[in-house]
């Protein structure tokens, strides 16, 4: 009997040791993940005093980031108007750069310059754009002051001169609407100094086209009705595409998004430029000009369309090169504005 319940504990007790032992084992407790915090100096460029030190500053902020901290302390001095880098003479720090990536310990030094007052591009596009159309309907309707005063709210005799206020019209108008509605602006703001340039000569070449096509003497190209036909139907066909482009380009970028993207043709034909050049809405800019060059035969207008295209080329290359060192899918095949030449 003894030993039956001897055996029937052992029993029993071996019962109980597979139990527990099948019981399974706690989790240790994770370990929490230690955040090294940085400490961030701001040092103003010019003379090197110190401004503002940061400390406890998590890995993952943004310069935009460190640029809200510094705007709290400075009020005067907002995100836009700051202009931060690591050494110097270096270049400025891109609002998207994250602290821990760049090339510092936990101690980092930011060298502070003040960029001046700014302005949205938006609110540049649209000064730039409003001034000439206003402009050159001045010159159209001849007010008091800009010819002699017996031609004062006059009409020309040339229908040339009437389609061409309709064209420039137009393409300043399409440009404003372009602006409040298709264009995905990626650059925030630009120095209230820089309008009083870009304005100036947008308004004055507007005010100079403006008096010599609307000039009481002003004379017919000299090819008559077929050349201004001719740079009729280019004019048109090139705000078209120029349209399209933009269109294209904005589907291209997602709302608030700074990604890129290599852009190709859609189903849209005026859009199958991209296969030949990286910037089309420059070349359908260019073909706009001189559209209205040619229909004009006018010299101003001319000197316009020289002028743009020398600066719509350094863009255009700027922009191309871009696509190249980014992408390396980037199709070759293409030039920068003009196909096969530049």
């Known amino acids: 009997m003894d030993v039956l319940a001897l055996e029937a504990k052992t029993g029993n007790a071996g019962d109980s040791d597979k139990k527990s032992s099948s019981r399974p084992k706690p989790k240790p407790p994770k370990k929490v993940k230690r955040i090294v915090y940085?400490?961030?100096?701001?040092?103003?460029?010019?003379?090197?005093?110190?401004?503002l030190l940061l400390d406890k500053v998590e890995p993952t902020a943004t310069v935009l980031d460190i640029k809200a901290l510094f705007h709290k302390s400075y009020p005067k001095w907002y995100p836009a108007r700051q202009s931060l880098r690591l050494d110097a003479k270096g270049k400025c720090l891109r609002d998207e750069e994250i602290l821990q990536t760049l090339p510092v310990g936990t101690t980092a030094s930011f060298y502070f310059s003040d960029l001046g007052p700014q302005l949205t591009w938006g609110t540049v596009f649209?000064?730039?754009?409003?001034?000439?159309?206003?402009?050159?309907?001045?010159?159209?309707?001849?007010?008091?002051?800009?010819?002699?005063?017996?031609?004062?709210?006059?009409?020309?005799?040339?229908?040339?001169?009437?389609?061409?206020?309709?064209?420039?019209?137009?393409h300043y108008i399409k440009r404003i609407l372009e602006t409040m509605f298709v264009?995905?602006?990626?650059?925030?703001t630009m120095p209230l100094r820089n309008i009083f340039k870009n304005c100036g000569y947008y308004w004055c070449t507007a005010a100079w086209m403006a008096y010599y096509i609307n000039h009481p003497l002003y004379t017919?190209?000299?090819?008559?009705?077929?050349?201004?036909?001719?740079?009729?139907?280019?004019?048109?066909?090139?705000?078209?595409?120029?349209?399209?482009?933009?269109?294209?380009?904005?589907?291209?970028?997602?709302?608030?998004s700074k990604t890129k993207k290599i852009?190709?043709?859609?189903?849209?034909?005026?859009?199958?430029?991209?296969?030949?050049?990286?910037?089309?809405?420059?070349?359908?800019?260019?073909?706009?000009?001189?559209?209205?060059?040619?229909?004009?035969?006018?010299?101003?207008?001319?000197?316009?369309t020289i002028v743009g295209f020398i600066q719509m080329t350094v863009w255009a290359k700027g922009k191309h090169y871009g696509y190249l060192k980014e992408y390396r899918d980037y199709p070759t095949l293409r030039s920068s504005i003009l196909p096969f030449i530049l």
């Open 263 to 304: 852009p190709y043709p859609t189903k849209n034909p005026f859009t199958w430029m991209f296969w030949l050049v990286s910037c089309p809405n420059y070349t359908y800019e260019l073909g706009t000009w001189i559209g209205f060059t040619l229909m004009t035969q006018c010299v101003p207008v001319a000197f316009f």
């Open 38 to 51: 940085f400490e961030v100096e701001i040092v103003d460029l010019k003379t090197k005093e110190k401004l």
């Open 220 to 256: 017919t190209p000299y090819y008559g009705q077929q050349q201004v036909n001719t740079g009729l139907y280019i004019f048109l066909f090139c705000q078209v595409g120029n349209f399209s482009i933009h269109v294209a380009l904005r589907n291209l970028k997602q709302p608030g």
């Open 126 to 170: 649209l000064t730039e754009c409003v001034g000439p159309l206003i402009i050159y309907l001045m010159f159209y309707f001849h007010l008091p002051f800009i010819y002699s005063p017996k031609y004062d709210f006059t009409s020309s005799k040339h229908w040339v001169v009437h389609l061409a206020c309709m064209c420039h019209s137009f």
């Open 183 to 188: 264009h995905r602006i990626s650059h925030g």
